[in-house]
C-alpha cells in the first residue's frame, strides 16, 4: 500500500520567505509527528497529531512554526519568514496505535 | 537536553561479523525502546524494538537488549551483510505519552 508522501521534496527559499511543507501519511494512521534534521544531527521532535488535535506542541523552535491538520488525513507544516537556521530536512510520521512510526522521504528545505 | 544518546558517531565492520550499536538514556521515565535504519534520502524506517519490561528481543538477524539499571541499549545485527550499511537511530518513548525522543545516529558501514 501507500506510504507516507510528502512534498516538495526539496524546496530552496529566500530568507525571509514563507514555506508550507506537507506530509499525506497512511490511510487510517491517527498520530502524525512531525521531526527536524539539521545536518549531522539526530530528529528533533517539533509537534504530534492525535486525529486533527495537537496536544503536544513543544518542540516547534518558535512562534514562526506553526503546524496544522485536517482530520485523520493531510498536514501542513508552516514556516513564516524562514531565517538560515530553519535549513534541515523535515520528516513527517504517522502511526496507528503501536509505536511504530512510519516516515516519508523528507523535504529539505535550503534557506538561503 | 539530549536525554538519548548515540556516543558513537560511525562504526565499521567486516561483512560476516556482528554489529553492536548503543545508545544510552537519562530519563528513567521511558517505557519503550526502537531502533530505526535510515538510507540516504530516505526516512528512517522501523527495525526492531523493545518493552521496557523485557531485556531482550530477538528478531532474525537482529536483538535489542535493554539494561535498565545501567539506561542503556544495544542493537546486535548478526551476521552483519553489506545492505546494513546505514544511520542507525535509537529512540524511547515516555509512557503515556506519545512524543519520542530520538538519538543522533550511529553510521554503520559493512564491508565486503
Known amino acids: 500500500g501507500a506510504g507516507v508522501s510528502q512534498s516538495p521534496s526539496n524546496k530552496v527559499t529566500e530568507k525571509g520567505k514563507d514555506v508550507e511543507l506537507r506530509c499525506d501519511p497512511i490511510s487510517g494512521h491517527t498520530a502524525l509527528y512531525w521531526y527536524r534534521q539539521r545536518l549531522g544531527q539526530g530528529l528533533e521532535f517539533l509537534i504530534y497529531?492525535?486525529?486533527?488535535?495537537?496536544?503536544?506542541k513543544s518542540g516547534l523552535p518558535s512562534d514562526r512554526f506553526s503546524a496544522e491538520r485536517t482530520g485523520e488525513s493531510v498536514s501542513t507544516l508552516t514556516i513564516q519568514r524562514t531565517q538560515q537556521e530553519d535549513s534541515a530536512v523535515y520528516l513527517c510520521a504517522s502511526s496507528t496505535q503501536r509505536y511504530e512510526q512510519y516516515f516519508g522521504p523528507g523535504t529539505r528545505l535550503t534557506v538561503t | 537536553d539530549q536525554q538519548v544518546k548515540q556516543n558513537s558517531p560511525s562504526l565499521s565492520v567486516q561483512e560476516g561479523r556482528i554489529s553492536i550499536l548503543n545508545c544510552d538514556y537519562t530519563?528513567?521515565?521511558?517505557?519503550?525502546f526502537l531502533w530505526y535504519k535510515k538510507y540516504p534520502a530516505e526516512g528512517p524506517t522501523f527495525l526492531i524494538s523493545?518493552?521496557?519490561?523485557?531485556d531482550k528481543n530477538e528478531d532474525g538477524r537482529f536483538t535489542v537488549f535493554l539494561n535498565k539499571s545501567a539506561k542503556h541499549l544495544s542493537l546486535h545485527i548478526v551476521p552483519s551483510q553489506p545492505g546494513d550499511s546505514a544511520v542507525y537511530f535509537c529512540?524511547?518513548?515516555?509512557?503515556?505519552?506519545?512524543?519520542?525522543?530520538f538519538g543522533s545516529g550511529t553510521k554503520l558501514n559493512v564491508k565486503p
Open positions: 529512540a524511547a518513548r515516555v509512557g503515556n505519552f506519545n512524543k519520542f525522543y
Open positions: 497529531f492525535q486525529g486533527n488535535s495537537a496536544p503536544d
Open positions: 523493545i518493552s521496557s519490561i523485557k
Open positions: 530519563n528513567s521515565m521511558f517505557d519503550y
